[in-house]
T-cell receptor
């Protein structure tokens, strides 16, 4: 089966600019996750969708981050405006259901200048 | 602090040796999962062990779970250079919702 696809692979922007990431999960996976992984740390959950509804966004900085999952398939994560501390790898994952093994994309490495 | 915390933070061994990584957590869990992450790549799921299971095997991997001590261990036997990666435990909480929390990881380096 095809894996989780993410784009772009790398992105460099200046602070206060905006950026968007795209994720295409594995077909049939109801649950989709966005994680932020800072160098040397474990992934931190930003938002979790079940189909096209939000299950958990308690750690999403909602003043600057937004995410949507249209039609319960693809998802986009946006940052506007970006801060230096947003430099990280943004990982998308999907699973058949909640508490099931997650399949990860290779992430987008974001650098803020 | 994080729900799941791995120990040690880093481990360096010779090829052929066994590698043991530990994970401790704080609250009741539904299951515990171990993942591997190679440099510059996404995480890959290794094993899921449910709260009512005590041990699970997959190839050269052996995972144990002690819910009374709120801890788990991942053993990699006969390690290979290709096992060099970061290993994370992830706890699926049993709080009425469904939330998986990752620890900070153990960085394993296997010398050829």
């Amino acid at each position: 089966e095809a894996g989780v696809a993410q784009s772009p692979r790398y992105k460099i922007i200046e602070k206060r600019q905006s950026v968007a990431f795209w994720c295409n999960p594995i077909s049939g996976h109801a649950t989709l996750y966005w994680y932020q992984q800072i160098l040397g740390q474990g992934p931190k959950l930003l938002i979790q969708f079940q189909n096209n509804g939000v299950v958990d966004d308690s750690q999403l900085p909602k003043d600057r981050f937004s995410a949507e999952r249209l039609k319960g398939v693809d998802s986009t994560l946006k940052i506007q405006p970006a801060k230096l501390e947003d430099s990280a790898v943004y990982l998308c994952a999907s699973s058949l259901g909640q508490n099931q093994p997650q399949h990860f994309g290779d992430g987008t490495r974001l650098s803020i200048l | 602090s994080q729900q799941g915390e791995e120990d040690p933070q880093a481990l360096s061994i010779q090829e052929g040796e066994n590698a043991t990584m530990n994970c401790s957590y704080k609250t009741s869990i539904n299951n515990l999962q171990w993942y591997r992450q190679n440099s510059g790549r996404g995480l890959v799921h290794l094993i899921l062990i449910r709260s009512n299971e005590r041990e699970k095997h997959s190839g050269r991997l052996r995972v144990t779970l002690d819910t009374s001590k709120k801890s788990s261990s991942l053993l990699i036997t006969a390690s290979r250079a290709a096992d060099t990666a970061s290993y994370f435990c992830a706890t699926a909480l049993n709080t009425g919702g469904f939330k998986t929390i990752f620890g900070a990881g153990t960085r394993l380096f296997v010398k050829a």
